[in-house]
Structures are given as structure tokens and as C-alpha cells.
């Protein structure tokens, strides 16, 4: 911003609103490590953002009124219980120490990114909101990483991973990021890995399917955990598409919590095989789930087999779990630059 622009004093003469995309991630591994004293789950995790992304705008709200949300596309339920305005309310707290004025902001979501789908759509959109927030405010310069980070880990624990702004190694409950180069150009391939999703129309909440992994629902213990390990060592310095593709068998099977999702969704077991004997590829689980994941080659390969699955869908060939339309996209895995290092 220019010193000289009369927003950074008085952010009301903002007149265009501030834009932000909030990406969708996927775990290409998840090893559960341990409980936490807070009570929390301590985990290992590699993550990488995708190209599917919801909308944010802000803009300063009008005189005498409060900070509202306006949503379309997936419902994320009562704007009350939003973590878009929880964030904003988060944020401007930060902002108060530094006495700058915060006046209340208007937003608007568009939701492309399916809900309790172990995707962390609503975190993205927190994410999102510090970073449309402060800007809004012209209070951009005033909190750095370590208060970035603080601040999002304060609102969940896969809200830091997005200030990462690409592939990053998830320690703790969230708030350690290490970034990793990710998906790299190699002899002239491209760098944006296809990918598949296949979300059921049940939605599988993260407290549900760790109280069930703390009940026993659990692999052996470890072996994800080495997965895990290994495979951010080499997606550390960086891996191309081909190369992470020969790793989809090992990362399908990297997830610790599969069991406990297929136990707080039935039918997630009979779904997995039917995906994989039709598009002939290892099926992980992305988060706690219920969302399915393949990788491809390319977007364009990823949008082949999601026009497969549709048909299937179509031909009633496929065994969903709950009630409705399941959602399938194909998308990308995305490299980018992200505020933490």
C-alpha cells in the first residue's frame, strides 16, 4: 500500500471491497502421534491446498451498523457460529492493541467447498478473513507471522496451515508449519498434480471420528506415523508429478483416522472399493473424511474420471452412504508463497 493512500488512516475511503480466495486442502498423509495435555491431538500431516476455493469479500460495513455475513453456494450454518465472524471479531482485537480503527466490515462468502467434509473449507475461509480483514482495516503491517500464526491457531487447528500458502508438514495441533517445496517441474512436466474428490452427502465431524479413533477405531500404531515421516523428507525438497504418483498407493493407506471415519459413516468401506474398482486407483481419505481423493497426471485426466464417476452416480452403480447428491470435482494440487516460512 502507498504511504500516501488515504485508507491507511481512514479505511472507510476504502471503496472496493477486499478479495480473497479461500482454498480447500487435502492430506496426502495424516499420522496421529498422540493426545495433548490441552486435550487436544498432537499430528503429523502432510497438506497441500487445492484449486477448488471459496470467495471472500469485505468491504467496510455502513455507518451505525454491525460486522455481517452474507453466504451462498454450500450452507455453513447459522452466521452466528461462522468462523468468518469470528475471525473478523479475533482479528479486530488484534488490531485494538495497535490502536487502529477497525469499524465493522460487511462479507460475503460463496461456498464451492463442500462442509464437515475433511476438506477445511471453514478454516480456509478464517484464514481467508484475517488477511481480507486487515487489509480492509489498512492494518496489514501490523501483525507478523508469529501473531498471524497465533491468532489462527486461536480459531482452529488447520487454520495456520493456510498461511503457508502451499504444501507445509502440520506438527502439533496444528500451530508448527514447516514448508515444503512440493510438487516441483521436472524434464518439462507440469507442476499441478490432477485430483479427484468424491465427497458423500453425510458429513463426518472431526469430534465424532476422533472420540471414535480414542475408542479403538485405529490401524497399528506407528506405521502411518513412518509414512508419514518419510514422505515429508522427500516432498520437502520437492517431487514431480510422476513421482508422487508412484507414492498414491502408500499415501492412499496414510491416514490414521480411516477407521474411525468408516465407523462415524457407514457405507464409506463398500464406497472406497466401488471407487476404486471403477476408476483404477488408490482411494485416500482426505482429514477425518468423508471425502475420497485420487491423483492424477493432470486437471484434464482428474476431469475424465470425474465425468466417469458422475455417470456411475447416474447408473445408480455407486453404494453412497446418507441422503442426496454426493459432490465430485476434480481439481488441482497448488504450489504458492505463502506469509510463513
Same mark, same amino acid.
Given at each position: 500500500?502507498?504511504?500516501?493512500?488515504?485508507?491507511?488512516?481512514?479505511?472507510?475511503?476504502?471503496?472496493?471491497?477486499?478479495?480473497?480466495?479461500?482454498?480447500?486442502?487435502?492430506?496426502?498423509?495424516?499420522?496421529?502421534?498422540?493426545?495433548?495435555?490441552?486435550?487436544?491431538?498432537?499430528?503429523?500431516?502432510?497438506?497441500?491446498?487445492?484449486?477448488?476455493?471459496?470467495?471472500?469479500?469485505?468491504?467496510?460495513?455502513?455507518?451505525?451498523?454491525?460486522?455481517?455475513?452474507?453466504?451462498?453456494?454450500?450452507?455453513?450454518?447459522?452466521?452466528?457460529?461462522?468462523?468468518?465472524?469470528?475471525?473478523?471479531?479475533?482479528?479486530? @482485537?488484534?488490531?485494538?492493541? =495497535?490502536? !487502529?480503527? $477497525?469499524?465493522?466490515? &460487511? +462479507?460475503? #462468502?460463496?461456498?464451492?467447498?463442500? %462442509? /464437515?467434509?475433511?476438506?477445511?473449507?471453514?478454516?480456509?475461509?478464517? @484464514?481467508?478473513?484475517?488477511? =481480507?480483514? !486487515?487489509? $480492509?482495516?489498512?492494518? &496489514? +503491517?501490523? #501483525?507478523?507471522d508469529e501473531e498471524? %500464526? /497465533?491468532?489462527?491457531?486461536?480459531?482452529?487447528?488447520?487454520?495456520?496451515?493456510?498461511?503457508?500458502?502451499?504444501?507445509?508438514?502440520?506438527?502439533?495441533?496444528?500451530e508448527r508449519l514447516?514448508?515444503?517445496?512440493? %510438487?516441483?517441474?521436472?524434464?518439462?512436466?507440469?507442476?499441478?498434480?490432477?485430483?479427484?474428490?468424491?465427497?458423500?452427502?453425510?458429513?463426518?465431524?472431526?469430534?465424532?471420528?476422533?472420540?471414535?479413533?480414542?475408542?479403538?477405531?485405529?490401524?497399528?500404531?506407528?506405521?502411518?506415523?513412518?509414512?508419514?515421516?518419510?514422505f515429508a523428507s522427500?516432498?520437502?525438497?520437492?517431487?514431480?508429478?510422476?513421482?508422487?504418483?508412484?507414492?498414491?498407493?502408500?499415501?492412499?493407506?496414510?491416514?490414521?483416522?480411516?477407521?474411525?471415519?468408516?465407523?462415524?459413516?457407514?457405507?464409506?468401506?463398500?464406497?472406497?472399493?466401488?471407487?476404486?474398482?471403477?476408476?483404477?486407483?488408490?482411494?485416500?481419505?482426505?482429514?477425518?473424511?468423508?471425502?475420497?481423493?485420487?491423483?492424477?497426471?493432470?486437471?484434464?485426466?482428474?476431469?475424465?474420471?470425474?465425468?466417469?464417476?458422475?455417470?456411475?452416480?447416474?447408473?445408480?452403480?455407486?453404494?453412497?452412504?446418507?441422503?442426496?447428491?454426493?459432490?465430485?470435482?476434480?481439481?488441482?494440487?497448488?504450489?504458492?508463497?505463502?506469509?510463513?516460512?
Open positions: 500500500m502507498s504511504p500516501f493512500d488515504p485508507t491507511a488512516t481512514d479505511p472507510t475511503r476504502r471503496l472496493a471491497p477486499v478479495v480473497r480466495l479461500a482454498p480447500a486442502k487435502l492430506n496426502l498423509t495424516l499420522a496421529v502421534v498422540g493426545r495433548r495435555d490441552d486435550g487436544y491431538h498432537a499430528l503429523h500431516s502432510v497438506m497441500v491446498p487445492l484449486g477448488l476455493s471459496d470467495r471472500l469479500s469485505v468491504a467496510i460495513a455502513a455507518t451505525g451498523s454491525g460486522d455481517s455475513l452474507h453466504t451462498t453456494g454450500f450452507d455453513p450454518g447459522p452466521p452466528a457460529d461462522n468462523l468468518v465472524l469470528r475471525t473478523i471479531a479475533a482479528a479486530r @482485537a488484534f488490531v485494538a492493541r =495497535a490502536r !487502529l480503527d $477497525a469499524p465493522p466490515l &460487511a +462479507a460475503r #462468502l460463496e461456498k464451492a467447498i463442500p %462442509v /464437515a467434509a475433511g476438506l477445511a473449507g471453514g478454516s480456509s475461509d478464517a @484464514a481467508a478473513a484475517i488477511d =481480507a480483514a !486487515l487489509e $480492509a482495516w489498512g492494518a &496489514a +503491517a501490523e #501483525l507478523g498471524r %500464526v /497465533a491468532l489462527a491457531a486461536s480459531l482452529g487447528s488447520d487454520v495456520p496451515f493456510f498461511l503457508a500458502g502451499g504444501a507445509a508438514l502440520i506438527e502439533g495441533r496444528g514447516t514448508r515444503l517445496h512440493g %510438487v516441483t517441474a521436472h524434464h518439462g512436466q507440469p507442476t499441478r498434480a490432477g485430483v479427484l474428490l468424491v465427497t458423500p452427502p453425510v458429513p463426518a465431524h472431526t469430534a465424532a471420528v476422533f472420540a471414535a479413533w480414542a475408542g479403538g477405531a485405529m490401524g497399528d500404531p506407528g506405521v502411518v506415523r513412518r509414512t508419514s515421516e518419510h522427500e516432498f520437502g525438497s520437492g517431487l514431480s508429478v510422476q513421482a508422487l504418483l508412484e507414492r498414491a498407493g502408500v499415501l492412499a493407506s496414510a491416514n490414521d483416522l480411516w477407521p474411525a471415519a468408516a465407523q462415524v459413516v457407514p457405507g464409506l468401506v463398500p464406497l472406497r472399493r466401488a471407487l476404486t474398482r471403477l476408476v483404477h486407483r488408490p482411494i485416500g481419505l482426505s482429514g477425518s473424511g468423508p471425502t475420497l481423493w485420487a491423483l492424477y497426471a493432470s486437471a484434464e485426466e482428474a476431469s475424465a474420471a470425474a465425468d466417469v464417476v458422475r455417470q456411475a452416480i447416474a447408473a445408480g452403480e455407486l453404494p453412497f452412504p446418507g441422503d442426496g447428491e454426493p459432490f465430485v470435482a476434480a481439481t488441482t494440487i497448488e504450489s504458492g508463497q505463502g506469509r510463513i516460512e
